[in-house]
């Protein structure tokens, strides 16, 4: 079974950057889709950012043109830059790939 371990999670002040890497334990060149979703407290998992095999992106209204994912296959990873972060955006974000299921998560805090 692979798994996902995501990465890079953290406490920052709004108006700051994050990183998030999403390690996977299979080869990734082949996933045909691959996604950050996140939950905040009390609220359902949405979907944060998605990317297919072809490199096509999808976000979610509200991080565009602030956040962009992106992958590495040659180490197996999977990426979210996050930019101009707010406090909306804390939650617990998550790496998925429809054949593999969902990472641990990790913790994102913006606050000041």
């Known amino acids: 079974q692979v798994q996902l371990m995501e990465s890079g999670g953290g406490l920052v002040q709004p108006g700051g950057s994050l990183t998030l890497s999403c390690a996977a334990s299979g080869d990734i060149s082949t996933v045909n889709a691959m996604g950050w979703y996140r939950q905040a407290p009390g609220k359902e998992r949405e979907l944060v950012a998605g990317q297919t095999i072809g490199g096509q992106t999808t976000y979610h209204d509200s991080v565009k043109g602030r956040f962009t994912i992106s992958r590495d296959n040659a180490r197996n990873t999977l990426y979210l830059q996050m930019n101009n972060l707010k406090p909306e955006d804390t939650a617990v974000y998550y790496c998925?790939?429809?054949?593999w299921g969902w990472g641990q998560g990790t913790q994102v805090t913006v606050s000041s």
């Open positions: 998925t790939a429809p054949a």
